[in-house]
């Protein structure tokens, strides 16, 4: 429930043996679904042609079964999408299918490019004409740009990369080849599985599970994998590569089944919860987490805390983006939609309520202000994320200082501004021991303004993939 956003989920597949891969793309974006709600697509190819279907809104409203079943080829990739500053219009929508001199291909992109301004000014020089606004269609010309003057599209990908800052998981398919790519960071996760007689990439573990895939491994930050008739192969990294993987996977974006460059997201969260109960320990009755990503840090927190935990929410999933806020009462109204406190759990209790973040401070003011008004005798807020104060611009909606209230306010001031008795933060160096790791190998720049690559004190964009 905290707001926050990530930006794109991508799943791509290769299988000669099998001309109808449609529906196992669309099992596994909606295994994605929860990494972006606003527009979603695939893109097949299928006799020596690529074709695409997408839309916006949700996996289940862009795709019925008389589409899949028109989206026949032996590759595919899928994508699903939130936009920040990109704009939430159809031509945002990907894969975005691009034809040049040397063919055609499709492009899914996870991430942020901070040098993306920079680049388009260059390729328009060139000109290239731009249909969207999004970074996505710049890689994808600089892609395009550099296959004419290399051996194959694999070769194209390796050259732009060197090109290119910020953040990218990519999947690249062409007519007969699927290629995946991530940032020299790994900021935002990609990964391999094989079927019985193809492979397959996603964002997260859990869309190979949903497609019956076994998981092989992560690609490598600054890696190239291609997958063809010969089967699967990796390049030769040619840059220096420092893992940097985002650390708000663990604590919100991804799902709790999933694991990431080998940590379990469910185990990061249990710590995260066991953390916080010896950080900030609380005389109190009962431990509930807000949904979704809320609810494992609570159940660590009443397993170190020996606080019993219960159900405080009920959380109605059936809301997607077309439910409409038209105005500022309607907007603080579907709080209480989507989210609705069981009196009976919480009523004459003193509560420890856990949630993945403060953002604004407006949500979650509102959600303790639920509480009280259902009866529980006190609130205290505890928070499985040290405080926001700097901005994200590798793919993550974390707005801009200004609009941050751990910017402005003391964690005092905070708890009496959401109404909680008391408001208690993960602590910043405690993260590494979260995530169960003896080094400190993840972006927490949205915490610390540590930014990995160097690019955030000249950054020239920060629209979304």
Avoid: W
Wanted: net charge negative; proline share 3%; glycine share 10%.
């Amino acid at each position: 429930m905290s707001g926050l956003h990530e930006e794109c989920g991508v799943f791509g597949i290769i299988d000669n043996q099998r001309p109808l891969l449609s529906e196992d793309v669309y099992y596994g974006l909606f295994a994605l679904q929860h990494r972006g709600q606003e527009s979603c697509g695939m893109a097949v190819s299928r006799d020596g042609r690529i074709d695409c279907h997408k839309g916006m809104g949700l996996v289940g409203e862009v795709f019925s079964s008389e589409v899949l079943q028109l989206l026949h080829g032996h590759i595919a990739v899928g994508h699903v999408r939130y936009s920040t500053s990109g704009g939430s219009v159809y031509q945002n929508a990907q894969p975005l299918v691009t034809h040049y001199e040397k063919g055609t291909f499709a492009i899914a992109h996870n991430g942020n490019l901070t040098n993306t301004e920079a680049l388009r000014k260059r390729l328009g020089k060139g000109g290239a004409i731009f249909q969207t606004d999004v970074d996505s269609e710049v890689l994808a010309y600089l892609i395009a740009g550099n296959r004419i003057h290399s051996e194959s599209l694999e070769d194209a990908v390796v050259i732009s990369m060197k090109e290119l800052k910020g953040a990218y998981a990519l999947l690249l398919m062409s007519k007969e080849k699927l290629i995946a790519a991530r940032d020299r960071f790994g900021f935002k996760p990609l990964c391999i599985g094989k079927t019985e007689n193809g492979y397959v990439f996603a964002s997260e573990s859990c869309a190979l599970d949903s497609v019956g895939a076994t998981f092989l491994r992560d690609v490598l930050p600054g890696e190239v994998v291609v997958c063809d008739a010969d089967g699967l192969r990796s390049l030769p990294r040619t840059e220096e590569v420092t893992c940097s993987r985002c650390v708000f996977e663990y604590i919100y974006f991804a799902r709790p089944d999933s694991v990431i460059d080998g940590i379990s997201v469910y185990e990061s969260r249990i710590r995260a919860g066991k953390l916080l109960a010896r950080q900030h320990p609380v005389d109190a009755d009962v431990v509930i987490g807000v949904p979704e990503s809320g609810m494992d840090a609570a159940s660590g927190y009443s397993i170190e805390s020996g606080i019993p935990m219960v159900r405080g929410f009920v959380k109605n999933n059936y809301i997607g983006r077309t439910f409409i806020k038209p105005n500022h009462d309607s907007r603080k109204a579907s709080v209480a939609i989507k989210l609705n406190p069981i009196r009976a759990a919480v009523f004459g209790k003193r509560v420890v309520m856990i949630d993945d973040s403060i953002v604004r401070g407006t949500t979650i003011a509102r959600i303790v202000g639920m509480l009280k008004s259902v009866g529980a005798l006190e609130v205290h807020v505890r928070v499985s994320a040290p405080p926001f104060l700097f901005p994200c611009y590798y793919g993550t909606d974390v707005p801009s200082g200004e609009h941050l209230i751990a910017k402005h306010m003391t964690t005092e001031q905070i708890a009496e501004h959401i109404g909680a008795d008391t408001l208690g933060y993960l602590e910043e160096q405690s993260l590494k021991e979260m995530l169960g790791l003896d080094n400190k190998t993840y972006c927490d720049a949205c915490f610390s303004g540590n930014y990995k690559d160097g690019t955030a004190d000249g950054l020239d964009n920060d629209s979304c993939c």
